[in-house]
């Protein structure tokens, strides 16, 4: 069964440093997006993407979040300058065309 | 009015009862209401999702009750097991746009052997 994959599954960062999360959206979806979950706390949604663009963005999304699909396969969230409330669990998830979007494993991203 | 909100925060169930977990929202221009199971380190995996013009789905154990007019909806897990234990969220949806999901704030579920 075709699932979303994200690499590192855990990335130790210092404060200050750019990171970069990847993910591999299932093949044929169009829809990508970015959530996030602070440790014990609900899902919060990032930034949505679509036809090589973002659609829409959460007021976390501020100037220091980027997102890019460099190729046909992967989908990249960059964070150019972590601050230690950026520590968290990063979802990526796709979806088709149906409202169905499925998520990968997560990437922990601790910030010292 | 983005806001979904989820009850209770923590449920604890003996083996083969029911679980039920509830949410509620605002936004009427909802229109998509699935749920995810979470396990610990996990990322959030679909389980049953439901539209307005059902007041319910049913798939195995697990049962979404819909009601529009109370802008509430429910899941139900039949005959709880061990194996259900896991963090349940509620979210929804507009048909509109590009569908960025809300989330409720989590059900941490334990059935007990």
């Known amino acids: 069964e075709p699932e979303v994959t994200q690499t590192p599954s855990h990335q130790v960062t210092q404060m200050g440093q750019e990171v970069i999360l990847r993910c591999v959206p299932i093949?044929?979806?169009?829809?990508f997006y970015w959530y996030r979950q602070i440790l014990g706390q609900k899902v919060e949604f990032l930034v949505s993407?679509?036809?090589?663009?973002?659609?829409?963005k959460s007021e976390i999304f501020d100037d220091q979040f980027s997102v890019e699909r460099p190729d046909g396969s992967n989908f990249t969230l960059k964070i150019r300058s972590t601050k230690l409330e950026d520590s968290a669990m990063y979802f990526c998830?796709?979806?088709?065309?149906?409202?169905?979007?499925?998520f990968g494993p997560g990437t922990r991203l601790t910030v010292t | 009015q983005q806001q979904v909100k989820q009850s209770p925060q923590s449920l604890i169930v003996q083996k083969g009862g029911i679980s039920i977990i509830n949410c509620a929202y605002e936004?009427?221009?909802?229109?998509?209401f699935p749920w995810y199971q979470q396990f610990p380190g996990k990322g959030p995996a679909l389980l049953i999702a439901?539209?307005?013009?059902?007041s319910e789905k049913k798939e195995g154990r697990f049962t979404i009750s819909f009601n529009k007019s109370a802008k509430q909806f429910s899941l139900h897990i039949m005959d709880s097991q061990p194996g259900d234990s896991a963090t349940y969220f509620c979210?929804?949806?507009?048909?509109?746009?590009?569908?960025?999901?809300?989330f409720g704030t989590g059900t941490r579920l334990l059935v007990s052997p």
């Open positions: 093949s044929n979806h169009l829809y």
């Open positions: 998830a796709s979806r088709f065309d149906s409202s169905e979007q499925y």
């Open positions: 936004n009427t221009a909802f229109d998509y």
């Open positions: 979210a929804a949806s507009m048909n509109t746009g590009f569908q960025k999901l809300v």
């Open positions: 439901i539209r307005p013009d059902v």
């Open positions: 993407f679509y036809n090589n663009e973002i659609s829409e």
